[in-house]
């Protein structure tokens, strides 16, 4: 199934429901950073969480930050995702590992720690970007996200995230996020039916396992409210905006002195990137010349 994005609206407007299959740009984050199962898991469900708060932006430029720092192994994890289908993402330590939890799945709350924060960026492509910062709840990501959600734009929120992944790599990846609007947030019973089916919810992944696609699990939970499917279905994918242009405009940065250091002892300069693992290399020609446009633009 190709990883893509869908949106639909229930209960005559009052209900926003966004779901999302992840599993080929999460299995690509997986061998960029060769991520062990349980930092796979940890950030496949960052990145899938960070496609779908994005979706609800406006402007075609607008992107999400979503950086999880707890207390345990993984250390921090990195998600940027856009209203465009873009995402990438990384984590601090990629080859931690942890035995099963007690349910008998990937320990990802083990992982990232139960103490610690999420930040999470908002860029809606002008001005200044609006940030907020709520404690983790268990480590697990897509409780921490609702809490986010709840707390700090205080929308009655229900975020379901998954990754499975084998030892052929990641089989089935994604989410869903389910909001109840102003318009029908004092609807008490409503809430209480959603909580309800959503609770009942044994995982994400289980159900693309099954062979259901996103409609259905739409029309599973949302069916019987006056479910409307909006028509564009969204590609996703994992990409990154790094160039080796980019990387020579920052080893400029360093100036005249320190590129002509990195001539003589080592020939050149490699640099990776966080977000792909992308490595670049700059050879002894490459740093020559940006001295030499460092010295033009210091004589004019």
Same mark, same amino acid.
């Given at each position: 199934m190709v990883d893509q994005l869908i949106r639909a609206t229930a209960a005559e407007g009052g209900? $926003?429901?966004?779901?999302?299959?992840?599993?080929?740009?999460?299995?690509?984050?997986?061998?960029?950073?060769?991520?062990? =199962?349980?930092? &796979?898991?940890?950030?496949? @469900?960052? #990145?899938?969480?960070?496609? !779908?708060?994005?979706?609800? #932006?406006? @402007?075609?430029?607008? @992107?999400?930050?979503?950086?999880? $720092?707890?207390?345990?192994?993984?250390?921090?994890? #990195?998600?940027?995702?856009?209203?465009?289908?873009?995402?990438r993402g990384y984590v601090d330590n990629p080859d931690v590992e942890l035995p099963p939890n007690s349910k008998g799945k990937l320990d990802v709350g083990g992982a990232v720690g139960q103490e610690g924060y999420v930040y999470v960026v908002r860029d809606v492509g002008y001005g200044y970007p609006y940030s907020s910062?709520?404690?983790?709840?268990?480590g697990e990501i897509g409780d921490d996200l609702t809490n986010y959600l709840v707390t700090s734009e205080q929308t009655p929120s229900a975020l379901v995230l998954g990754v499975f992944v084998d030892v052929k790599g990641v089989q089935a990846a994604g989410g869903v !996020?389910?909001?109840?609007? *102003?318009?029908?947030?004092?609807?008490?019973a409503l809430v209480t039916l959603l909580e309800s089916r959503i609770a009942?919810?044994?995982?994400? &992944? *289980? +159900?693309?396992?099954?062979?259901?696609?996103?409609?259905?699990?739409?029309?599973?939970? +949302?069916?019987? +409210?006056?479910?409307?499917? !909006?028509?564009? &279905?969204?590609?996703?994918?994992f990409h990154c905006g790094c160039s080796f242009d980019r990387v020579l405009g920052a080893l400029k940065l360093l100036g005249t002195e320190e590129l002509q250091d990195m001539i003589e002892k080592d020939d050149?300069?490699?640099? &990776?990137?966080?977000?792909?693992?992308?490595? =670049?290399?700059?050879?002894s020609k490459h740093l020559a010349g940006l001295i030499d446009e460092l010295q033009v633009e210091a004589r004019s």
């Open positions: 209900i $926003r429901a966004v779901g999302v299959i992840t599993t080929r740009l999460t299995d690509e984050a997986r061998q960029r950073h060769k991520l062990s =199962y349980v930092s &796979t898991a940890a950030l496949g @469900r960052t #990145m899938a969480a960070g496609l !779908l708060i994005a979706s609800s #932006m406006k @402007r075609a430029e607008s @992107r999400v930050n979503i950086r999880i $720092r707890g207390d345990g192994p993984l250390g921090g994890i #990195m998600a940027d995702a856009g209203t465009d289908g873009t995402v910062t709520v404690e983790l709840v268990s !996020l389910v909001q109840i609007l *102003p318009k029908a947030a004092t609807d008490e009942k919810l044994q995982g994400f &992944t *289980p +159900l693309l396992q099954a062979g259901k696609t996103l409609p259905v699990i739409f029309e599973e939970l +949302l069916g019987d +409210l006056g479910l409307e499917i !909006l028509p564009e &279905t969204q590609i996703v994918r050149g300069a490699e640099a &990776t990137c966080h977000f792909c693992n992308e490595v =670049y290399k700059a050879d």
